[in-house]
């Protein structure tokens, strides 16, 4: 059983700034890619920002130079920090991890966290 636990998101003013956390627990083996999706009402689940088990990341243009993803392995963790918050960045987020449970057994799966609700507006 594995369980990712979302927390950091919050009502922000546009320019504003907010760090997302993500935790994973449970029985892990090891954990490949991490990311960070998002979801506004009406509008489709979109990648926002994604992080490599060997620490490369890539980012939807439209977050490039504002939001920054890093992960902590020790913790099982993945963080997205945002800053310059615009409205359009409204959305609920989404952790998403693809790992590994058993040493013996090479099969990997996407676990995905709640949500977490981030809201940008004066």
Known sequence: QVQLMESGGGLVQPGGSLR?????SGSIYSI???GWYRQAPGKERESVANITSGGDTDY?????????ISRDNAKNAVYLQMNSLKPEDTAVYYC???????RNIFYEYDSWGRGTQV????
């Not at 809201?119 to 004066?122: A, F």
Request: overall charge positive; proline content about 0%.
């Open 20 to 24: 997302l956390s993500c935790a994973a």
């Open 32 to 34: 490949n890619n991490m």
């Open 60 to 68: 939807v243009d439209s977050v490039k130079g504002r939001f920054t």
């Open 96 to 102: 998403n991890v693809r790992l590994r449970e058993r």
């Open 119 to 122: 809201t940008v507006s004066s």
